[in-house]
């Protein structure tokens, strides 16, 4: 079993930043991806970016150049810098991980708010 927990969410202004954890209970080695979603009340979970091994990056239009996707393997955490931040960032923040056996993992979510 694997758990992850999300932290760093809140609330920030048009063209401010924040910067998104994700902690995992195991080591990240295990892990094939990690990623960011979002979703807001009545819409689809969407891809926000994701990191895979060994350590390609991927990311949604919407967020390219603005949000960098890394990860610490030492600390077993996943990070989401997003700079430059607009409403239309405003969403529930969740973190996926996928193991090397093909296990799905969602973590609790994080609120992002974003005022304009």
């Known amino acids: 079993q694997l758990q992850l927990v999300e932290s760093g969410g809140g609330v920030v202004q048009a063209g401010g930043s924040l910067t998104l954890s994700c902690k995992g209970s195991r080591s990240i080695e295990i892990i094939k991806s990690m990623g960011w979603y979002r979703q807001n009340p009545g819409e689809q979970r969407e891809l926000v970016a994701v990191i895979s091994r060994p350590g390609s990056t991927n990311y949604a239009e919407s967020v390219k150049g603005r949000f960098t996707i890394s990860s610490d393997n030492a600390k077993n955490t996943v990070y989401l810098q997003m700079n430059s931040l607009k409403p239309e960032d405003t969403a529930v923040y969740f973190c996926?991980?996928?193991?090397?056996?093909?296990?799905?993992?969602w973590g609790q979510g994080t609120q992002v708010t974003v005022s304009s």
């Open positions: 996926h991980a996928l193991t090397l056996t093909g296990l799905n993992y």
